[in-house]
């Protein structure tokens, strides 16, 4: 897996420079083949793989700011084709999960509206000066990538990036908690992604703990994207709604989708706080000790069954 760091990276910096030109070359020849909405959802998953990536190293990478910004700001770039095809990926789900208390036929002027959208979305002439502009900027960082600079070696170069991150994402669970409205489950969301990513990089260095502990946390981050999904589903027929089917229907569409969020926040906040139990310094130390080991290792021992 190109993800992740390998006992053979010389340092910390090699391996980010290594993962960074590898996640970039995936995604701009992905992207040469046109802007199919799959390619569309896998590159901007890239960007925030890579933000992931400098984020774990932060206090320790000088660019992070620069780098981060340009890695966000492209991502937006495909957000609108992305963003409709989400609204309909919602919508089908909805429908399963609740189908024998619906009338389908009746539901469908909705998903035709939503259609529509995402026709007229795609047709924009923009979203091709859009794309060659996305495949601009990320060549752009990709030429900047084996120039970046890690100022800290071995785990003292990922141990703040991977505490902050875990304690923002445990601060994020408690305003959820709180009050899990849209935006403080979306920023759950986004602090739980991030402790995702860095679970996927430094796997390697224990995968028979981590592997799980890196599932846990892609469930919950699948459950609060599908928990943001439902929201901006349920805003979207709340407002603006000519061309999506009758009010009575959109009515119906927004109360289930209401049920399914509080049956994904049933599962979430537990999850979460199992997930993030720990203390971020106390769990920084402990994969810490396991990096060492890890590195110092031979590398026949290394090897996972």
């Not at 709604?241 to 989708?257: K, P, Y």
Request: glycine share 6%.
């Amino acid at each position: 897996m190109a993800y992740e760091f390998k006992r053979n990276d010389r340092t910390v910096q090699t391996a980010v420079r290594r993962i960074a030109r590898r996640e970039i070359e995936k995604t701009l020849d992905a992207m040469e083949d046109g802007a199919r909405s799959d390619r569309i959802h896998a590159a901007r998953k890239s960007c925030k793989k890579l933000r992931g990536l400098i984020r774990l190293v932060r206090p320790a990478f000088p660019a992070y700011a620069r780098e981060n910004e340009a890695l966000r700001d492209t991502a937006r770039l495909l957000s609108g084709p992305r963003d409709a095809a989400v609204l309909i990926e919602t919508y089908d789900a909805i429908m399963d999960a609740f189908d024998d208390e619906i009338d389908r036929p009746a539901m469908g002027r909705i998903r035709h509206g939503l259609t529509l959208e995402l026709k007229d979305k795609r047709a924009e002439e923009a979203l091709r000066d859009r794309t060659e502009l996305f495949r601009q900027n990320m060549r752009a960082v990709l030429e900047r990538a084996p120039g970046w600079k890690v100022t800290q070696g071995g785990f003292d170069g990922l141990s703040d990036g991977l505490a902050k991150t875990l304690h923002r994402a445990r601060k994020a669970l408690e305003a959820a908690q709180a009050d899990p409205d849209a935006a403080s489950m979306h920023e759950w969301r986004k602090r739980v992604k991030y402790h995702w990513y860095h679970a996927r990089l430094l796997e390697p260095c224990f995968p028979e703990v981590l592997r799980g502990h890196r599932k846990a946390a892609k469930r919950l981050a699948d459950l609060l994207g599908d928990h943001h999904d439902l929201a901006v589903f349920a805003e979207r027929l709340s407002k603006d709604a000519d061309g999506l089917g009758a009010a009575e229907s959109r009515d119906l569409a927004i109360g289930l989708a209401r049920r399914r969020k509080a049956s994904i926040e049933a599962e979430a906040f537990p999850l979460g706080s199992r997930l993030f139990a720990e203390k971020p310094k106390a769990l920084s130390r402990r994969w810490d000790r396991w990096w060492t080991i890890w590195r110092d290792m031979p590398a026949e021992a290394a090897r996972p069954d």
